[in-house]
């Protein structure tokens, strides 16, 4: 059983920067590819980034260059620093945990794929 918690979440103006932090604990945190999701509120929730343990990372096209996702094995914490945020990237952020290992990049961006979540941090950019 993995237990992952998210922290960082705030208010910042457009164009300002957040980091956002996700503990696990309860399980093999190392062995695990992760992933921050977001949902808007009326929206569902989508796939943001995902590191695997290869060190491997995949974004959203409505982040790359502006988020970077990172990991420290050491610490079993996953990041996720966001720069130049815009006011559509106010959502909630939820921190998984993958479910296996897969060969296509693309089954990291899915949902299903993800067995443990964290209860997501709110993010609020103001325009």
């Known amino acids: 059983q993995v237990q992952l918690v998210e922290s960082g979440g705030g208010l910042v103006q457009a164009g300002g920067s957040l980091g956002l932090s996700c503990v696990a604990s309860g399980g093999t945190f190392s062995s695990r590819a992760m992933g921050w999701f977001r949902q808007a509120p009326g929206k569902e929730r989508e796939f943001v980034a995902a590191i695997r343990l290869s060190g491997n990372v995949y974004y959203a096209d409505f982040v790359k260059g502006r988020f970077t996702i990172s990991r420290d094995n050491a610490k079993n914490t996953v990041l996720l620093q966001m720069n130049s945020l815009k006011p559509e990237d106010t959502a909630v952020y939820y921190c998984?945990?993958?479910?296996?290992?897969?060969?296509?990049?693309?089954?990291?961006?899915?949902?299903?794929?993800?067995?443990?979540w964290g209860q997501g941090t709110q993010v609020t950019v103001s325009s």
């Open positions: 998984a945990a993958a479910a296996g290992t897969y060969y296509d990049e693309r089954n990291y961006t899915l949902l299903k794929n993800y067995d443990y």
